[in-house]
């Protein structure tokens, strides 16, 4: 019989259909790949159907949503909230001891701060003349004057504050959160990040690494115009969707172990859902003028910030699980090099009248509680001079403040030396802060794990302990 061609199949049997790669797995070998398939697909049903489902914290949290007001490029902690008397006393000396050998720029003499404290609130917090709103609302706040850091450069410190992590991409911390407890309101994003130009490492900073990009921070670019391509047709969007639904479930007629596409239908209808909510609570005219007023949307120096703080708070009460927002109208906003005099002005008048209104906006409509709310930057600046109007990077003691969220207002936890040099008393490792955070909200940072490639990974490594001490 000649082989030339092949024979003609017979009209009376029915061709048989190829195989899918599901069939494959779950036919060849005994059928070991299939297992294999199924323990991924489980995995997959049990976050990916629903990835911003709520899920129940590790036991009761205090907050129940985070607000980061993030100061790229470093504060100055000895300008603004931790006033050192000695500065005065010796300006212009050298500093009396030596400096670390992680140093940067070589810097000079000791430098007093141009501009005077006076104490706040009913414990008599000292504040800096150019922070008047924060110290109007200083008796909601915990003032940590004993930061400390391990990395000098933007790019590492930035990096470790976001994620835990100085060189390599990890899940941010809002992406943990959102992983760990899911979002109040499964029509918007869980993480939303606010960062009006590029800064140092960008999309790393609310990545969501090895997590699933569900858990990544949605950025917004400009509150005026949030998300691209958002408004599209109602009608139009919900024909598209059904009809890609009915494609979906005749795909999956007859097929077992359909989690992935599940998943995908979810996606898609989760989508749908954020795209029909997402305008309202993006939409600041909504607000009276009085508010825009109370938040500084009127006027110019104050405007940026402004909408963003009022947006934080629109979408935290909307149920959004962690907002960030970056003081970013150019890069580095706070990294003072050179101008401290006229530079660091400009940047607390941009942001001292926002926060203060964040915060009372917050506590009158019964939301502090259980909001916390976090500010602060990298590191802080040195305490000697870099040039004649400027200070360099400074990791080894800076100030953060927290209020609301189960954190004790109205205090000051730990101290830096006379100088403002080293943190030296109830230390606070930005690993501490995640762990505490982490707490706040119900999770215990040695618990909230994920293996990936070959070992578990959490927020703050190896490290890590709760700061009592500020705990309400």
């Keep these: 019989m000649s082989t030339d061609v092949p024979p003609k199949p017979d009209p009376a049997m029915p061709l ?114 150019l922070l008047p709103g924060l110290a109007s609302r200083i008796d909601d706040v915990c003032v940590v004057r004993s930061m400390l850091a391990d990395n000098i450069n933007h790019t590492g410190a930035a990096l470790q504050l976001c994620t835990g992590e100085q060189a390599f991409s990890r899940p941010a911390m809002g992406s943990w959160l959102t992983y760990g407890l899911g979002s109040e309101n499964e029509n918007l994003p869980g993480f939303v990040v606010v960062c009006p130009v590029n800064v140092f490492q960008g999309a790393q900073l609310w990545a969501s690494s090895f997590l699933p990009s569900s858990y990544q921070g949605t950025l917004v670019r400009d509150p005026a115009r949030p998300i691209a391509n958002l408004a599209v047709g109602d009608r139009h969007q919900r024909a598209t969707l059904d009809a890609l639904h009915a494609l979906n479930r005749r795909h999956a007629a007859g097929r077992a172990n359909g989690a992935d596409l599940e998943a995908r239908i979810e996606s898609f209808e989760l989508a749908y859902r954020m795209q029909a909510e997402a305008p309202e609570a993006f939409d600041l005219t909504r607000e009276t003028a009085a508010m825009h007023r109370f938040y ?119 101290a830096t030396d006379e100088f403002g040099w080293h943190a030296e008393r109830d230390v606070v490792h930005i690993h501490d802060l995640h762990a505490t955070i982490l707490h706040l909200m119900g999770l215990d940072h040695e618990r909230l794990t994920v293996r990936w490639g070959g070992r578990d990974y959490r927020l703050t490594d190896v490290h890590g302990r709760i700061v009592r001490p500020i705990l309400a």
């Excluded at 509680?369 to 000697?384: Q, S």
């Design 16 to 129: 048989a259909s190829p195989l899918s790669r599901r069939a494959l797995l779950g036919q060849a070998g005994c059928g070991f790949g299939g297992l294999a398939l199924a323990d991924l697909l489980s995995r997959e049903e049990a976050r990916g159907a629903a990835p911003l489902a709520p899920r129940a914290p590790h036991f009761p949290p205090r907050a129940k949503r985070v607000i980061f007001l993030y100061m790229p490029g470093g504060p100055s902690h000895v300008d603004l909230l931790d006033p050192k008397p000695r500065l005065a006393i010796d300006n212009g000396k050298p500093l009396p001891f030596a400096k670390p050998r992680l140093e940067r720029t070589k810097t000079g003499n000791l430098l007093a701060s141009p501009w005077k404290f006076a104490r706040h609130g009913e414990v008599g917090i000292e504040v800096s003349e």
């Design 296 to 414: 500084g949307t009127d006027r110019p120096e104050t405007e940026l910030f402004g909408r963003q703080c009022l947006l934080a708070r629109r979408l935290v009460e909307r149920g959004v699980r962690f907002v960030q927002l970056f003081d970013a109208p150019v890069n580095n906003a706070w990294d003072h090099h050179g101008g401290l005099r006229d530079a660091l002005p400009k940047r607390c008048r941009a942001v001292d009248q926002p926060v203060a209104a964040l915060l009372g906006d917050l506590k009158a409509r019964g939301l502090l509680d259980d909001t916390l709310v976090v500010w602060g930057g990298e590191f802080g600046r040195t305490p000697t001079a870099e040039g004649t109007d400027g200070r360099e990077h400074h990791p080894f003691g800076f100030t953060m403040w927290l209020a609301g969220g189960g954190v004790r207002g109205g205090m000051v936890h730990g």
